[in-house]
């Protein structure tokens, strides 16, 4: 898909902007491990925390992040997420990979992954911040023999009421290499879903319908919006459209929340400029317009 290629990168290089050598020192030091001849180790303090990669004794990277807990590699097999060896060649580019977890405490927020290319410079590929996806890791998948990286949309956490009560979607991201050393942008295809059959639509139809007359605030941002928001995502963004016509403009007056405010937060979502250029005749609040700079 050209588009993916040319859109915008999802995840910037961000990291802490204190002295790596005032926290990567022996007394915070906290877990190491060897890819090759390469030496990684992390090093954790109360407000900072600073990984480091050496050769010998010669340093190639040092890099803070906020104080938390580091994991290096994905070696947590918690909700059947498999184990990646550290030094693996997670984007394809033919390097050795790093996967690092990072968790700064709180509850429904707070993890993020960093994924580094360990040759022929050590760099920061990507940092995920998956907020309240604790499951969020990589993945091969068998088929084509490719690392995906899996984890959810958030951006409606708390949306319109309690984050039980809130829609958030399963997203799935491909690296996609360039010039300027590559990014990852939204899988589109792996995310792919047929289309309801009747039945089903009835069932959700339904649901959302009993929640519209019984002014349910608390039932619609999953019997409406998460419908929407899982026909944005998964190909079916004229059904989404359908979707909202169907319930009528009840749906969408006092108490519940309007269209225009669920789209003024999908396009805060760190996806939009790979999901905007999908969605087919968009009603004006949820239409996409290109960055000024590929104009």
């Known amino acids: 898909m050209i588009w993916i290629a040319a859109a915008a990168p999802l995840f910037a290089q961000q ?3 204190d002295d790596p050598a005032t ?12 890819v090759g001849q390469l030496k990684i180790s ?36 918690d909700f059947g997420i498999p184990v990646i060896r550290n030094g693996t060649d997670v984007t ?9 977890s990072h968790f700064t405490g709180g509850t429904h927020c707070c993890m993020s992954h960093y994924l580094y290319e360990l040759a022929p410079v050590v760099r920061l590929v990507a940092k995920f911040t998956d907020t309240h996806d604790d499951a969020a890791h990589f993945e091969r998948d068998p088929k084509d023999g490719h690392y995906y990286y899996h984890t959810a949309d958030w951006i409606f956490a708390y949306w319109p009421t309690g984050f039980a009560l809130s829609p958030s979607e399963a997203v799935i991201l491909r690296f996609v ?21 009747q039945a089903v639509w009835n069932k959700k139809l339904s649901a959302a319908q009993k929640a519209v007359n019984a002014g349910a605030v608390n039932d619609i941002g999953l019997a409406l919006w998460g419908v929407v928001l899982d026909f944005l995502y998964t190909g079916h963004s004229d059904l989404a459209w359908k979707f909202l016509d169907a319930l009528g403009p009840k749906a969408q007056q006092k108490p519940f929340p309007p269209l225009s405010e669920f789209c003024n937060l999908l396009k805060r979502s760190a996806y939009w400029p790979d999901l905007g250029p999908t969605l087919k005749d968009p009603p004006a609040p949820c239409s996409y317009s290109p960055p000024a700079s590929t104009k």
């Open 15 to 17: 990291q802490s902007n």
């Open 23 to 34: 926290v990567c020192t022996a007394h915070n030091l906290d877990s190491t491990a060897m």
């Open 42 to 77: 992390a090093f954790l303090t109360e407000f900072t925390d600073c990984l480091q990669v050496a050769s010998g004794t010669k340093v190639l990277y040092r890099g803070t992040m906020d104080g938390g807990s580091l994991i290096l590699g994905q070696t947590d097999s």
């Open 177 to 197: 290499d360039d010039a300027n050393g590559g990014a990852y942008h939204v899988a589109f295809d792996k995310m792919a879903k047929p289309a309801p059959t």
């Open 92 to 100: 394809g580019r033919g390097h050795p990979d790093l996967i690092v």
